[in-house]
């Protein structure tokens, strides 16, 4: 399942079906549904919870993300991205509740949503769709790094299926640098945009228009925003995994299921080290989370690590191996698991990156 993205004081989280009643009362309002070409004015409740469950079944298909964004007291917006079929392009479209305009939310959001398409997705370019008569939203993204690659006219529902012309924006992986180094820059309080925010097609609640992210280029770990210039080297992917070793000497591996990035390759159970989290509280969590596995009593111990640039991202993984744990491993997301001696490893596909990690799993646990 896609983790929850903190940039505090807002949290990016996955859509919920209890998110209808709110998404719906934020929508169904002129100045916001006029921005987006495919929602209906006015906006009928139950397209709300139509749209939620379309954008959680895209989710599963690999082909868009959405995420609603939070403040600590409720649902204030939404923001996503869809792929196109080949992949390589990502579409993003977001909008947020008119009293929530003008504080930087949305450049803070959309900030941060396309450096995690970027980390995420294997598109090459992110694009936008906005209406030529959205000054504030054209003026975000080029803030961000986008420019123009067209012009269409759109047909709004919202304005009675009016001709709408309209800009498409879009912004370059190798662009992403710039984006990624204003992470550590903007904030809710010194970015004062006017964020009405929205493009026009991805993120609208009525028909279930896709979001997608983009693959593997840069990579900030979630929740972590460093300042670099624009021409450092690819950020860090910090990802920690562990070698789960049982009495006969085989390994656990977990196939990543239909939906994320990578999905039906097999590697070492772990994820993504969040803000503030050790990389050993990172694994605990993690082998929790996805295996329902209590590493907490148990003993981990450093094997050994990854570092490879792939894509224009860097993943970093420190491995670690665990032989006691609480719990029986199950796929608590969904996921195949598979107990494997080391020398039948091979046979089963992985990410590049963990493929040094078969010979050496075979020294260390073979006869
Ligand atoms: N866990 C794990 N990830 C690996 C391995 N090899 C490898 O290239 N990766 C890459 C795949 C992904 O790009 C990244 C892990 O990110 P992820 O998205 O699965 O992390 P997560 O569990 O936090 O996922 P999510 O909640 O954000 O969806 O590391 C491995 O052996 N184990």
Redesign the pocket.
């Known amino acids: 399942?896609?983790?929850s993205i903190e940039i505090a004081p807002y949290r990016l989280r996955p859509l919920r079906l209890s998110d209808g009643a709110d998404i719906h009362r934020l929508v169904n309002d002129w100045s916001v549904v006029r921005m987006l070409s495919h929602l209906p004015f006015p906006y009928p409740r139950e397209l709300a919870d139509r749209w939620i469950g379309s954008t959680i079944q895209r989710q599963s298909a690999g082909q868009a993300w959405h995420f609603g964004i939070c403040d600590d007291k409720a649902l204030i917006g939404c923001i996503g991205v869809s792929l196109d079929a080949p992949g390589r392009a990502a579409r993003i479209g977001y909008w947020l509740g008119r009293a929530h305009w003008g504080r930087g939310i949305a450049t803070l959001c959309v900030t941060r949503i396309v450096a995690w398409a970027f980390e995420?997705l294997p598109a090459s370019q992110i694009l936008a769709d906005v209406a030529q008569d959205n000054p504030a939203s054209i003026a975000l993204l080029r803030r961000l790094g986008f420019s123009e690659a067209g012009r269409t006219t759109i047909a709004f529902l919202s304005r009675g299926g009016e001709p709408c012309p309209v800009l498409t924006m879009s912004l370059a992986r190798s662009g992403f640098s710039s984006v990624a180094a204003r992470l550590g820059t903007v904030s809710a309080e010194t970015s004062a945009d006017h964020d009405p925010g929205m493009t026009p097609r991805p993120t609208g609640p009525a028909t279930a228009t896709a979001m997608p992210a983009a693959s593997?280029a840069g990579t900030v770990p979630?929740g972590i925003a460093t300042k670099r210039p624009a021409s450092a080297a690819p950020r860090i992917?910090l990802?920690v995994?562990a070698v789960l070793v049982d009495r006969e000497n085989r390994v656990l591996i977990a196939r990543?299921p239909p939906g994320?990035?990578?999905a039906g390759l097999w590697?070492?159970?772990?994820?993504?080290v969040e803000h503030n989290e050790s990389p050993e509280q990172a694994l605990i969590r993690?082998l929790h989370e996805?295996l329902g596995v209590d590493l907490s009593a148990g003993c981990i111990a450093p094997l050994t690590f990854?570092s490879e640039n792939s894509g224009g991202r860097h993943?970093l993984?420190p491995l670690f191996i665990c032989r006691r744990w609480r719990h029986d491993p199950v796929g608590r997301e969904g996921q195949e698991l598979a107990w494997v001696s080391p020398e039948a490893l091979h046979a089963y596909p992985?990410?590049?990156?963990?493929r040094p990690l078969i010979p050496l799993l075979q020294e260390l646990l073979s006869g």
């Open positions: 399942m896609t983790a995420t593997g979630d992917l990802v995994a990543r994320k990035p990578l590697e070492f159970p772990g994820g993504k993690e996805e990854v993943l993984m992985m990410p590049n990156p963990d």
